[in-house]
């Protein structure tokens, strides 16, 4: 059986930014002085973060650059044709790999023909 679910995650620097935002919009309603404090405040801080890039890369891309780092290997699908293919890190038995291709996941053999394709 296998089991899929998406994943969303939130991004906790926007929902910082954000509160931010509304209790600065808040302070400046009742004093104008401490909403020019805050202003430059919100400046310095955004022009901070776009200066030393504080965002930090979304789990996707992070799977992302993972997956380009893989093992690669050249395998032969069941129509016969060649495909480029990452070598999955999976338990293998009997010289078998679990390898995924533009067409989806499959199993390889030693000689690297392809099995069994998963969809």
């Given at each position: 059986?296998?089991?899929?679910?998406?994943?969303?995650?939130?991004?906790?620097?926007?929902?910082?930014?954000?509160?931010?935002?509304?209790?600065?919009?808040?302070?400046?309603?009742?004093?104008?002085?401490?909403a020019?404090?805050?202003?430059?405040?919100?400046?310095l801080?955004?022009?901070?973060?776009?200066?030393?890039?504080?965002?930090?890369?979304?789990?996707?891309?992070?799977?992302?650059?993972?997956?380009?780092?893989?093992?690669?290997?050249?395998?032969?699908?069941?129509?016969?044709?060649?495909?480029?293919?990452?070598?999955?890190?999976?338990?293998?038995?009997?010289?078998?790999?679990?390898?995924?291709t533009?067409?989806?996941?499959?199993?390889?053999d030693e000689?690297?023909?392809?099995?069994?394709?998963?969809?």
């Amino acid at each position: 059986m296998i089991q899929v679910q998406a994943e969303r995650r939130i991004w906790w620097g926007g929902v910082a930014w954000l509160s931010a935002l509304a209790v600065a919009l808040a302070v400046a309603v009742w004093s104008v002085s401490a909403a020019v404090l805050l202003g430059l405040a919100a400046t310095l801080a955004l022009a901070g973060s776009i200066m030393f890039g504080t965002r930090q890369t979304p789990r996707a891309d992070r799977r992302r650059a993972m997956l380009n780092r893989r093992e690669r290997r050249s395998v032969i699908a069941l129509d016969g044709s060649e495909h480029t293919a990452i070598v999955m890190p999976v338990e293998s038995a009997d010289g078998y790999q679990m390898v995924l291709t533009a067409e989806g996941f499959g199993l390889a053999d030693e000689g690297g023909k392809v099995i069994y394709r998963i969809r």
